[in-house]
């Protein structure tokens, strides 16, 4: 079959392994990684990723080479845990946080996440689209081309519908695409008063219901925290998701381990985000269950932690890890996936193979696009990250610098050296 396109002298090409679904454990060391290799492009498809030249039988008259020597070609980067759309920012938390107080004490006093919310309350569709279209330029110039998107910081419906309206326009109208999940389950708004069993089942009452009839979201999550929502809540609510057919996902032991890894276990959540603070047993449980540990690195180092999520150890008890940036306003404002890929090597110790397969094929099943993205596999969208780089390697060790040259997605060139096109 004759190429659209053909990317070609690759000094790598990292080709995750894909048997249908995540890797886990051991499976997450291997890859093929591909020498001097092309990829070959077909109606926005992978048609063919090979080493050495192309052969004739791809080459017509209006197939377009492009020429990448030196260069390290991934399958684009997918980011499956981002808070995209949000009012404001809270850099005026900045001076608090660097002079000790913690995340869990400024949510108490009405800051962190319910300052986003008032900001989020009163900013216009427009505002949000435009603040989170500019995240999303930033995060593709970086290789991302897939990103899981949340709600939460409405917590009322008039403005979570807005939040997952604006994911949706997005979705249209960027060249990334979006998973959007619900997550009204953020914070516990002032009008409840503290009362979240009554929060809870007003979102199971009157929200979740009108996300699924207007098709919103794909999935549900909740903030499993001390001090914001309980294990019990937690199961509630995800249970009401479920029985609506939504897929699950949930914020566990990011600070505290409270039972949340046990309502993901309990429940077969896709994923249990954060996982700073999980403990053995709960990754025993959640090895058992099939529960992917999606680790967010950028905000254990933003909320200057000293204990990151236990990788190695999840990896030892054969679960399938993830990583991604968390981008919220609060505790952790980034757009940057390479850098948390790195924070993946530098205080995880994860090797660049492994960080690779958490970012691209892992992150690709737990949005539930595995069977269209994440790996260079014939027939899935050619969504491609190319890096200034010459091998797996020198992304993870050369730091804190965009080394994503272009970026292609459904074949199309849509960043070149850092511009958008
Ligand atoms: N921890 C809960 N939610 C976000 C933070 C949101 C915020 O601080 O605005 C998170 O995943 O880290
Ligand atoms: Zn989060």
Excluded at 162 to 190: G, W
Excluded at 358 to 377: C, P, R
């Amino acid at each position: 079959m004759i190429a659209d396109k053909i990317l070609t002298n690759f000094s790598q090409i990292f080709c995750p392994i894909d048997n249908g679904q995540p890797l886990k454990g051991a499976e997450m060391d291997q890859a093929n990684v591909i020498e001097n290799g092309f990829i070959a492009i077909k109606d926005g498809k992978i048609l063919k990723v090979a080493a050495g030249e192309p052969e004739a039988s791809l080459i017509g008259s209006h197939t377009k080479i492009v020429d990448y020597s030196g260069k390290l070609a991934s399958p684009g980067l997918i980011d499956c845990h981002t808070h995209l759309v949000y009012g404001g920012s809270r850099e005026n938390e900045f001076a608090k946080k660097l002079n000790g107080v913690s995340y869990l004490d400024i949510l108490k006093e009405g800051g962190g996440i319910l300052s986003t919310v008032r900001s989020t309350r009163s900013a216009s569709f427009e505002n949000l689209y435009d603040k989170s279209k500019r995240l999303l330029d930033q995060m593709i110039i970086h290789g991302v081309t897939t990103v899981e998107a949340k709600s939460g910081y409405g917590l009322n419906w008039e403005t979570e519908k807005r939040q997952l309206e604006v994911v949706k326009e997005l979705n249209h109208n960027h060249p990334i695409d979006l998973v959007s999940t619900f997550m009204a389950a953020h914070a516990v708004p002032p009008e409840f008063d503290g009362d979240g069993d009554a929060f809870i089942e007003m979102i199971i009452a009157e929200m979740l219901p009108q996300v699924k009839e207007e098709n919103l979201a794909e999935f549900c999550d909740i903030f499993c925290e001390t001090g914001v929502f309980t294990a019990k809540q937690s199961l509630r609510l995800l249970e009401a998701a479920k029985e609506l057919g939504f897929k699950l996902r949930i914020h566990a032991d990011e600070i505290d381990s409270i039972g949340g890894v046990d309502v993901a276990a309990e429940l077969n959540t896709v994923s249990a985000e954060h996982l700073m603070a999980a403990t053995d047993e709960g990754i025993k449980k959640m090895s058992e269950s099939g529960v992917i540990g999606n680790l967010l690195p950028g905000t254990t180092f933003s909320l200057m932690k000293d204990t990151y999520a236990p990788a190695k150890k999840m990896l030892d008890a054969g679960m399938a890890i993830t990583l991604s940036t968390d981008s919220n306003p609060g505790s952790c404002p980034t757009s940057n996936i390479q850098f948390i890929m790195q924070l993946g090597c530098f205080k995880m110790y994860l090797t660049p193979v492994q960080v690779f397969n958490a970012v691209t094929i892992n992150a690709a099943y737990s949005v539930g696009l595995g069977d269209q993205i994440g790996s260079f596999k014939e027939g899935k969208l050619a969504d491609i990250a190319i890096w200034d780089a010459p091998n797996v390697d020198y992304p993870l060790y050369f730091f804190a610098t965009n080394l994503v040259q272009d970026v292609y997605k459904h074949g199309e060139l849509v960043s070149k050296n850092h511009q958008i096109l």
